[in-house]
């Protein structure tokens, strides 16, 4: 049986052959064992001519690495595109009927009930879980044995599950479950709804395990030297002439508009050359740092957060030696004292969330918009956002509660209790809004169709195809199907339905009626509000 599975960036093929499998692959050795991305890596061990996929897992992102086999038998393979410093990732070998993952020399071996749970960076914690051990909580990768039991796996791009182990419950959207056949699975995971967040089971012929192997810790890459100066080495997040000389960076554009957890999009623009932080912000899961790479002062590649996001718009927020910069949808802007629910936007808030503008004169007291600016002028009285920014001259006098990201120029009248309690409170030389059409949006939709992407080429290239002159990146992608976004809106309406959150849940049921009428999501959803409104 041969099944064909795409996950965010990764496309595995997975065959099952009767009678006897030959050895599966062993790995001994990993060298490096850090680096940026596009580092040249040597696999080594034993039964490695007959992989035919390498991947690396970092949080709950997995991808597929490109690697050639070598006349002696080892791998040659190229760290996929990743730009979280610090990040560490766990690497997995695939042949026609065994996948075999390295186990970190840190890893630890569970024989009796432990509680398990994170604390640590993804990929450095590694459980394996022998006969009568169990793992309550399980935050990072690992492989069940026999007679082994985990209760609950979430946060994760990867478990592996050997006959007679069982793993009660996944809770994760782009995460996969490699099994043997005769694993053993609790009802959260064998009576889920077709389009549940839990991510997919793919039989395998054998899991094994190679101890003492990896983890890959990824370093951030090298900065391009500045216009006129001698290339030289720059830590990551410094460098660039002295930051008086230098303007807020400005976000012109961002490509895709729409993606999925740990996939890395780009920003073009200018003043990017000295990017210190990247964050990206939304409604329900306030602010997350991630990680960028600087292409140039006109380019940033940036990473959507590998671990849980939320559906719909996203703020990115560019924080350099010059300033700061936040992209905001320019019809989702919300002046002074306005009704959020004004002509035309209720429509629109449900995938760009509003921003509450203050300007010259203008008095605010809001707590239900994610994130409040502050001109020269403007004054908040009142507000309980995530994100605040105030200009020179701007005035926040209460936040119900401290924010978790609060950006501010020299003369900006803020209370110093305020700027102390902020999660990432920090002063700026400049602010300037990046305005656009609409804000970047995760989608699920690629994920939730779990078996549909066509045969991989059947030679493994080293390295990314040259691409033609002249060419986007982004220009040969297919768009994403609607029927990919139905089902992944209907998913998340479920998801917030579940955790009560019914308001929200009400918004995206109503969207899908709206949007994809005449499909089995927007049947489901019309019933969903029908049952809502009754109760």
């Known amino acids: 049986m041969r099944r064909a599975i795409a996950v965010g960036s990764v496309l595995l093929v997975v065959q099952g052959i009767a009678g006897a499998a030959p050895t ?34 970092v949080g709950e992102t997995i991808t597929t690495a490109r690697f050639r086999v070598l006349p002696d038998g080892a791998l040659d393979v190229v760290a996929p595109e990743y730009y979280r410093q610090g990040a560490a990732a766990t690497v997995a070998v695939f042949t026609k009927d065994a ?88 009802p959260a995971i064998t009576n889920r709804h077709p ?15 190679s101890d003492g192997v990896g983890p890959f810790v990824y370093q951030a890459a090298d900065r391009p030297p500045e216009p006129g100066e001698a290339p030289r080495p720059q830590p990551a997040g410094l460098g660039g002439p002295d930051a008086e000389a230098l303007a807020p960076p400005e976000i012109k554009s961002v490509t895709p508009w729409e993606g999925i957890m740990g996939q890395v999009i780009t920003l073009k623009g200018r003043g990017f050359a000295t990017a210190r932080d990247v964050y990206f912000h939304d409604r329900i899961l306030s602010v997350r740092a991630v990680g960028f790479h600087v292409v140039s002062d006109q380019e940033l590649r940036v990473q959507v957060p590998d671990q849980r996001c939320s559906m719909g718009g996203q703020f990115i927020i560019v924080v350099t030696n010059g300033g700061a910069t936040v992209t905001i949808p320019r019809d989702n802007i919300v002046r002074g004292a306005e009704p959020l629910d004004g002509p035309g936007r209720r429509r629109l808030f449900f995938v760009d969330w509003p921003v509450r503008w203050a300007g010259v004169g203008e008095v605010v007291n809001d707590r239900n918009v994610p994130m409040i600016y502050i001109d020269d002028g403007g004054i908040v009285q009142d507000c309980a956002s995530q994100v605040i920014f105030v200009k020179r001259g701007g005035k926040l006098d209460v936040a119900t509660a401290a924010p978790a990201l609060l950006i501010y120029e020299r003369g900006a009248l803020i209370p110093k209790r305020l700027t102390q309690g ?9 602010i300037k809004p990046s305005f656009l059409d609409t804000s970047f949006r995760v989608d699920y939709g690629q994920l939730l169709t779990r078996f549909r992407s066509p045969q991989p080429a059947s030679e493994p290239r080293r390295g990314p195809a040259a691409p033609k002159p002249g060419a986007d990146a982004n220009e040969n992608k297919k768009p994403i199907d609607p029927a990919m976004r139905a089902a992944s809106r209907l998913a998340a309406a479920h998801n917030l339905e579940k955790s009560g959150k019914l308001n929200a849940a009400m918004e995206y049921y109503r969207d899908i009626v709206k949007t994809y009428p005449n499909t089995t999501e927007a049947k489901t959803a019309a019933e969903r509000i029908r049952v809502l409104e009754a109760k």
Do not use: C, W
């Open 24 to 57: 599966p692959p062993k790995l001994t050795s990993m060298e490096p064992t850090s680096g940026p991305a596009g580092t040249p890596i040597r696999l080594e061990g034993e039964g490695l001519k007959r992989v035919e996929r390498v991947v690396f897992a």
């Open 99 to 186: 996948v075999t993952v390295a186990m970190p020399s840190g890893g630890r071996v569970v024989e009796r009930v432990v509680p398990g749970g994170g604390g640590r960076e993804p990929g450095l914690s590694f459980y394996h879980v022998l006969q009568g051990g169990t793992v309550r909580q399980l935050s990072s990768p690992g492989v069940i044995e026999k007679g082994g039991a985990v209760g609950r796996a979430s946060g994760i791009g990867m478990v592996f599950v050997k006959a007679g182990g069982l793993l009660e419950r996944f809770d994760d959207n782009s995460g996969v479950v490699f099994h043997e056949p005769g694993a053993l699975f609790g």
């Open 195 to 209: 389009q549940s967040a839990t991510g997919p089971l793919i039989e395998v012929g054998e899991v094994t395990v």
């Open 422 to 430: 902020a999660q990432h409170g920090r002063e700026v030389k400049a």
